[in-house]
């Protein structure tokens, strides 16, 4: 009986690793200067405002920086064939630079963002520019654990009434 438990064991344990790659979100494999140092965060924020407000989207806002591996794990999973359609549907997305945390600290307080817990941290707006959603507990700042599930749900639900995107076959 032992035996067939051990088994059971070594057979179980040797699917765990591909159940568990398959719904979380994939290591980060690029490092590219996604908070580039001469970019302007509230120019970009006012450029997503107008192309969001003529296409019916959202504005994401990504404070981070290139020192933040979860950065670019989420950068990487807005990117995923299951997930790009509805970023690209629903959102402009902009990065924000937070620097080593004293880079745009006025758009950190505007945006309510609570980046002691951590970065990738996120907002969304709507259009006008009325924030939606503040990241105040470090929800997405362990990028590499979380669950597509968990970040498709995220985008669906701050998603534009107009663009949402139908229930998934799950």
Known sequence: MKKLISIFLLVACSF???QLAKHTLNPA???R???PDDANAKEEIQDALARAK???KRVLLVFGANWCYDCFVLEQALHESDIAPI???SYEVVHVDIGQGEKNTDLMKKYKMNIERGVPALAVLDASGKLLFSDK???FEAARRMAREDLIAFLEKWAPVESKNPP???
């Open 87 to 89: 970023r690209e549907k």
């Open 54 to 56: 003529e296409k019916n």
């Open 16 to 18: 765990a690793p591909a």
């Open 168 to 170: 998934r076959n799950r």
């Open 137 to 139: 507990d470090g929800e």
């Open 33 to 35: 200067n996604l908070y």
């Open 29 to 31: 494999k690029q490092n």
